[in-house]
């Protein structure tokens, strides 16, 4: 910053005065000032974005919601991307640079995100009471399943030893009438005899 009320600047070609005030040159450094440091506060906020899905495994936080960058409805960490170049196919690709905590000042929100992990709480609750009644009551028929299964077996075994019986029994009794017939064949034969014995004199 120049001391002088006034500088006075000669151009040889054309010897024109250029008069720079006091007041116009600490403006002029003032107005550099400000450029250099709107640059510099610029520079050092990276362009961040947010978005809903992550394709980096290394990036495993909870998913984010892309909402323009505002504090997202059901969570407190978000996903932050750079967008760049993708060499080998020429795409712009969200890259995810590194996670942070984002913590949500939304109390709205915040309410909401509960309400709704109540109700799919109470929900999965319910649907979990529903399968295991469902599981008892498959369970109790599978075992009156098992109780009657047993039952027609010892029956089935009942009926099998029934019926050995009844051969053994069948077997006696044919022996038996194989006998009689043998019997009464003999007795026939012998009444024959007599008679064949008068009718060849």
Sequence with gaps: MLTLAAAVIRQPSTSKLLLLSKVGIHH????????QQQKHEHAAVPHKHFQAGCNNHDC???????????APEYTNTVHEHELYVDPSSGQEI?????????RVKNTQAVKRYRERKKTELQ????????????????TT?????????QELQAHVDSLNATLGANKLEMHVELGR??????SISQV????????QHMTST
């Design 177 to 182: 009438l194989r006998e009689a017939f043998a």
């Design 28 to 35: 002029h450094h003032h107005q550099q000032q400000q450029q």
């Design 94 to 102: 969200m890259k995810c640079t590194r996670t942070q905590l984002y």
């Design 141 to 149: 028929e599978n075992e009156a399943l098992k109780l009657r299964c």
């Design 123 to 138: 929900a999965s609750v319910a649907e979990n009471k529903l399968l295991t009644e469902k599981n008892e009551q498959l």
């Design 60 to 70: 495993n936080l909870p998913q984010a919601v892309a909402n323009g960058g505002q």
């Design 188 to 195: 026939v034969d012998s009444v024959r005899s007599p008679e």
